[in-house]
């Protein structure tokens, strides 16, 4: 991120072009989008101000579904809402974007340290926006025992600021994922029958 962030300005410039470029239907506030990419609210707006000048993103409407009272009742409503969206006939969206893609701000050894706040971590399998593959079903296959899901999920969160996109991942306890390779489970062959790399292996099973 830092050799990115020199070259486009700032680490805030690359999460944001991330976020439009891997979310290219998606309309985010200003708000939203500082929340995504864990940035301040001031920087966001600078940093949109300038990527607004350069005709990479545009306003628009978009709606979000909001839960309201009515008649002592809980109704679900959308709610109007005016945003940012990437502009689809910016120059250099491709050019962008497949750079931004291989150019993955996450080390592969970096993640099995952050993971390991989560709980007792035995093995990780990465495929999806990984291995610049956006149609994957997974992205992070992790096994471990004692996880701590709000804790994953506050990491998993943190990695996603820094990658642009939402994650989908998954987390087995050592057991059930040995007994899902046995039966050759869908979802996890859907990580083992495509491009994928295994970066933590501390369960001693080797996966075909």
């Known amino acids: 991120m830092k050799i ?15 976020l439009f470029l891997f979310n290219p239907e998606n309309v985010f506030t200003n708000k ?14 600078f940093e949109f101000s300038i990527m607004k000048q350069m005709g990479f993103i545009k ?33 250099y969206i491709n ?31 990465i495929s999806g926006i990984f291995m610049q593959d956006s149609d994957s079903r997974l992205d992070i296959l992790i096994v471990g025992n004692n996880i701590k899901k709000s804790q994953m999920e506050t990491i998993i969160r943190a990695i996603e600021s820094e990658l642009g996109k ?24 859907d990580v083992f029958d495509y491009p994928h790399k295994i970066i933590l292996n501390k369960i001693g099973i080797e996966v075909k």
Do not use: C, H
């Open 59 to 91: 306003k628009k409407i978009g709606y979000r579904q909001v839960t309201v009272k009515k008649d002592k009742k809980k109704v679900v409503k959308k709610k109007k809402i005016e945003g940012w969206t990437l502009n689809e006939n910016f120059v």
């Open 32 to 45: 939203e989008a500082a929340s995504r990419a864990k940035i301040t609210l001031d920087t966001t707006r």
């Open 95 to 125: 050019q962008l974007k497949d750079f931004l893609m291989s150019a993955t701000p996450i080390k592969d050894k970096d993640i099995p340290k952050k993971l390991s706040a989560a709980g007792i971590i035995k093995f990780i399998a």
């Open 166 to 189: 939402e994650l989908k991942y998954v987390a087995f306890s050592v057991d059930e994922f040995k007994y899902r390779i046995n039966v050759y489970d869908k979802l996890v062959r």
């Open 4 to 18: 990115l962030g020199k070259l486009f300005g700032s680490p805030a410039t690359v999460k944001l072009l991330r």
